[in-house]
C-alpha cells in the first residue's frame, strides 16, 4: 500500500506509537472503499464485518430512537475511524454510516484487525483508550444535551462542524457540506423549529450565513463566546 496510506494512519490514536514495521503490516492488510454520497457504509444492526478509517470526504453516524427517530451523533472526516466494534468481534453495529460526500476509505474485516491486535499488542492497547475516549465522549454530550441552553449546544455544533469539514475562505470558514437544519436539530437534540429560529438570529447578527446546502462561520469569536455562554 502507498505510503501516503501509511501517512494517514500516523496520527490516528487508534495506531499512536505503533514502529514503522507495524504501520506497514497494519496498512498493507487494508483495502480500499469508494463510497458515492447518500450510500452508507452500513445499517444499525447490521453484522459488523468491517472497521473503517476515513482516508477522505465524510461521514455522518446516526442512531433510530425508538420512536422512529433518526439522530445525527457524529460528523467525521479524513483520519477519523468508525465500525470499530467489528474489530471486537461484535455482534452488530451500533449505528448507521452513511456517505455524506463521495467518500474513500481504509477497511479492514473485522478478523483482520482482531488478529492485527494480536501481533501488535500496542494497537490492542490504543483499541481501548480509544472505546474509553468514545464512552467519555458520548457522557460528556449526554450531560451537555441534559443541561445546556439550546443556542449554546447548536453555536458548539457548528464550531464542530467547521472544524471537521470547514475551510477558511473571505467570507469566513465554509462548512460545504450537504447537511440540512433537520441534521442539526439532530445533532443538537432539538426541533427544526428551533434551529432554524436560532440559525436564523446568527444570521441577523452577522455570526453565520446559512444557504440550502452550505453555511458560513463569519464570526468564530462570537459563536465561541455563546458556545461557552461568555455572552
Known sequence: MPSSHIDLLKPVALFSRLDQPALRSVSDA??????????????????????FIVQSGSVKLTQVT???????????????????????GGGAYPVSAEAVTD?????????VMASLMETYPKLAINAVRFVAARLHELQVQYRQLATEKVERRVARALLRLGEQAGRRT?????????????DIAQMTGTTLYTVSRIISRFEAD???????????IRDVQALTSIADDLT
Do not use: C, M, N, Y
Open 30 to 51: 487494508a483495502r480500499i472503499r469508494e463510497t458515492k454520497a447518500g450510500v452508507s457504509f452500513f445499517r444499525e444492526g447490521d453484522p459488523a464485518e468491517s472497521f
Open 170 to 182: 473571505e467570507a469566513g470558514i465554509l462548512i460545504d457540506l450537504p447537511l440540512s437544519r433537520e
Open 103 to 111: 467518500v474513500t476509505a481504509l477497511e479492514w474485516p473485522g478478523p
Open 206 to 216: 452577522g455570526l453565520v450565513e446559512a444557504g440550502r446546502q452550505h453555511i458560513v
Open 66 to 88: 425508538p420512536e422512529g427517530h433518526q439522530v445525527v451523533l457524529r460528523l467525521i472526516g479524513a483520519g477519523d475511524p468508525f465500525g470499530g466494534v467489528a474489530a471486537f
